[in-house]
Each structure stands twice: as C-alpha cells, then as structure tokens.
C-alpha cells in the first residue's frame, strides 16, 4: 500500500476528489473448482511514496471484497431447427400411389401446409412385395392378385417426436464480477468490476478500481468452434427467446455430423428430399437414410451413464454450473472454470480525509505473563500489558520472540492515548512434545520503529502424555556419579598388575 499524490486528466468522471490518494495493489483468487470467494482487509499502515515511510492510520478502513464464481461464456449464432427422431413408416396397400388418399396410405399421405398447399417430398414411395424388398412382405396367392390387386407397401418419413434448435458456437469470454465495499468510518462506497467493465469509479467519487487481468492456465476451458450446441425447443419453429433450462438434454456435436440443407442421409437434419431421393429405395433395409440421429447420441450417453461413465455428448456430468451467468438469453451459454482464477486489483482510495498516527511517544511494558501448559497438543497464550507513558496518541509495535523451539509470531500493532493501557494477547505454538522452559524477550516498539521497552520472561510446558495403553518396565538411565569414576580407575589398574603378573611368573 503506498500513498501517492492524485493526478487529474481531462476527463474529469474518472477523476477521484482528492489531492492524495492510497494505491493498494491486490489478488483475488476464486474459490474451490473456481467458485465464489470473500476476502476481508483492514488497512492498517500505508507507506508514504516520496519518504517511503510507514504511516499509521487512526481509523483503519475496512475492504471487503466478494468475487463470484468464474465461467467461460460463448457466442451463440442461431442456425435451425432439427428432429429430434425422424421416423419411417410403412403401410401394406395394394394400390399405392403418390397420390393415394389416407384411405389407401394412412399416414404416408401427402402432407399440406398451412395454406393448403402440398408439401414437396412428402408423397409416398410405393415398393413391389417380397422377401428381398425394404419391407418384406408376402404378395399373396394367385387369385389374391386377380381379384384385389398385386400387394406392395408404402413408405413415408414423418417428425412426429420433439424437435431441437441448432446453435453454432463462436468465440469464447471470460466472465465473472467482482464487488469491492470500502468502508471507512460512517462512509461506505462501493464498485462492481468485470472483463467488460475494468475501470469502474464509486459514485461518491471515493473510490476507483481497476481489474488489470487474470492469472490462470487455461488447461480446462475447452473451444467449442467445430461443434454445435442443440437444445430442445420450447416453443415455436425459429429463433428462441432464451434456451430453456432443460439441460439434461443439451448436446454439443462435431458439425461433420449436421446437413444444414438436409439433403444428406444419415445425418441431424436430414429432410423429405434426402429420404426419398435415396438410391435404390427399394432394395434398402428399413430405416436407411435414418441414422445417425440426436436421439442416437442421447441413447448413447444415457448408457454411459448407467455405467457410471461420464457422458460423451450431454454437457450435464461433462461440466459445472452450466449456463448460469448473468442475463442468460439465446445469444450465449456458458460453463464454469473449475481452476482457479486470480484476479489482479488495483485500489485508489481518496486520502483527504483519511488520519495518521504520526505522534511518537514513549512506552512501556507492564507485565508479560504465560501459564504452563501442555506441549504440541495445545497452544499457550502470552498476556502483555503495556502502557502510553507519554503525553500524546501515537502507534506501536509489538514483537514476541524466544530462544527456541518456538514458532515465529506475527508482530502485533496498536494504538495507545496518553498513559492507556492496554492488554495483547498472542498464541505460543511449541515445536517438540518435551516438557521444557523457554525465556522469551518481547518489545515494544514505537511509530518510527525504536525500541522504547524491553521485557524479558520466562516459562514451562508439561510432556506430552500420550495415552495408548502400553505397559511394561519403566526406562532406568544408569547411574552416573563421582565414585563411578574412581571405579573404573580401579578396574583398570588391577587389569594392569595381573597381566604383569602373570608375566613374571610366567604364566603367560
């Protein structure tokens, strides 16, 4: 955090008032699988940009920071709509025609638009009977043909089940927005930042923040440009309002798999044209023409998952927090980056009215107090008095530090009127299960950062006990004294004069 002299431009809406400013710079990391995320700031000291001094301020304000959950949002462009099953039907007739009424063909009738016009390609294929025809049937007998007429069957294409709308998917953004509140005293602003909002000032004219980027790897935000997206349709043929919250059932699909002008077999949209232009219509198995279909791939996955498998065309199981951004319409979807996301921040808050400590002031250290308690299994709290011996407010610092086997403490900041006292606290983390003793030296320190009072102390922690239950003879460590000295002394000097002994005498 520095302090830094505000400079104006000539657009004047994104000048702050003031004539000095804070600049803290910050990280904003997303939540877990990239999801929403807090932080809560208070700041304490700025450091002043031109003597590169810390100053303290008197009332600290408070930043609160709230960053929602991050997703990748994709340009929707509204292609068709598709079948969702096209089916072929067939009716035993012996005397079909292209033209024949519903009393002949049933459902392979002509169909009719709205206007009473017939709709091209719609008309019957009439096939002969037999056993190596699309439809085997038997033709009857001899007297069957004279009197009824030689059997054949008639086939049709037909939509009768739902239908999908087709999108195809564009360049891909990154979305989230990002809340900063700062309060200070009675005074609260606050701003909302994005990707499409970067420098956004409070309407106070207090605060302004910039999003400067992200930092994130991008491994898991896949591009969807050689899909399609397919949705079901809500409502009527055509360009939808919004996509409908049916998403079990969105798929995306590699576009080699659509005829967009339908004249294809065997792929998503195949129209009336393609199914009765087909070669050899006759002389083709039931259903040519028809695979490949959107109910094929939702089939597909629907197995996959009762395998406990991930699906391999439905975005429901593939991805998280589908289509859930702000303003959700036609025109977009997206997905949620499960990686996490950090978010640089730059803060300018007006300083005009902000207040330092600047006052120097000496102090001093009351009492310093830590009762015994138990090592490793729990902390010990160190309890420190100290008192403004001086005849101003100022700001100080306090450091706790031992001689071992103690984990480094944070150093503590405060601030103290003429001759207050005030009470701190810290928490004693020991790094071994012993029982030992510590001596621990804690000072005080003032706004310039002198030393003003020392303290020393000292104290005990107890031996872990462990209780498992074990039995058996204690640990004796061997004796260790004077006269144990002397005895080996001894021991070794016999050992001499026997060896020399026996030497004389010659029994060695």
Not at 71 to 98: G, S, W
Not at 407 to 414: G, K, N, P, R, V
């Amino acid at each position: 955090m520095e302090l830094e002299k505000c400079e104006k431009n000539s657009n004047s809406e994104d000048n702050l008032n003031c004539t000095t400013k804070i600049v803290l710079n910050m990280a904003v990391p997303s939540g877990s699988s990239g999801g929403e995320a807090s932080i809560v700031a208070e700041l304490v000291e700025v450091e002043e940009n031109s003597s590169r001094k810390m100053q303290t301020l008197r009332i600290p304000p408070v930043i609160t920071v709230n960053k929602t959950s991050a997703y990748a949002l994709y340009q929707l462009t509204y292609i068709r709509d598709v079948p969702y099953k096209p089916e072929e039907y067939y009716v035993k007739t012996r005397k079909c025609e292209p033209d024949a009424g519903a009393n002949v063909v049933k459902i392979c009738e002509r169909l009719r638009d709205e206007e009473g016009h017939i709709i091209e390609y719609t008309q019957p294929i009439c096939c002969p009977c037999g056993p190596q025809r699309r439809m085997p049937s038997s033709c009857g007998n001899f007297f069957d043909k004279l009197t009824k007429g030689k059997a054949n069957t008639a086939h049709c294409v037909r939509f009768p089940g739902d239908w999908f709308h087709v999108f195809g998917i564009g360049r891909r953004t990154l979305g989230f927005s990002v809340r900063i509140q700062v309060k200070s005293g009675t005074k609260v602003s606050e701003v909302f930042v994005g990707p499409e909002n970067r420098t956004v000032i409070s309407d106070d004219k207090f605060l302004r923040v910039n999003l400067i980027g992200d930092f994130v790897g991008y491994t898991n935000i896949p591009s969807f440009e050689d899909f399609y997206l397919v949705v079901p349709r809500q409502g009527s043929p055509g360009q939808p309002q919004d996509l409908g919250r049916n998403i079990s059932m969105w798929m995306l699909l590699e576009r080699v798999r659509f005829t967009l002008d339908g004249i294809e077999c065997n792929k998503i949209g195949v129209s009336y044209e393609a199914f009765n232009q087909q070669p050899n219509f006759c002389s083709s198995p039931f259903w040519t023409c028809l695979h490949n279909q959107l109910w094929n791939f939702r089939e597909a996955d629907l197995n996959r998952i009762s395998r406990n498998q991930v699906p391999l065309y439905g975005l429901e199981g593939r991805f998280e927090r589908i289509n859930q951004h702000p303003s959700a319409g036609s025109y977009s979807f997206s997905i949620g980056i499960t990686e996490v996301l950090s978010t640089n921040l730059v803060l300018e808050l007006s300083a005009n009215d902000v207040e330092y400590v600047y006052q120097r002031s000496p102090g001093k250290i009351i009492s310093v107090s830590v009762p015994t308690f138990e090592a490793l299994t729990q902390f010990g709290v160190a309890t420190i008095t100290t008192k403004n011996t001086g005849e101003v407010e100022a700001s100080y610092s306090l450091t706790f530090n031992c001689s071992k086997d103690i984990t480094l403490m944070e150093e503590q900041f405060l601030i103290m009127k003429p001759n207050e006292v005030t009470t701190q606290s810290c928490k004693i983390y020991p790094s071994t299960d012993q029982a030992s003793k510590y001596f621990c030296a804690v000072v005080l320190k003032d706004s310039d950062y002198n030393e003003v009072d020392r303290a020393e102390c000292q104290f005990a922690t107890t031996a872990t006990v462990l209780d498992n239950d074990t039995h058996g003879m204690p640990f004796q460590p061997p004796e260790a004294s004077i006269n144990s000295f002397f005895d080996s002394i001894e021991s070794i000097w016999n050992k001499i004069w026997r060896s020399l002994t026996e030497f004389i005498t010659g029994k060695t």
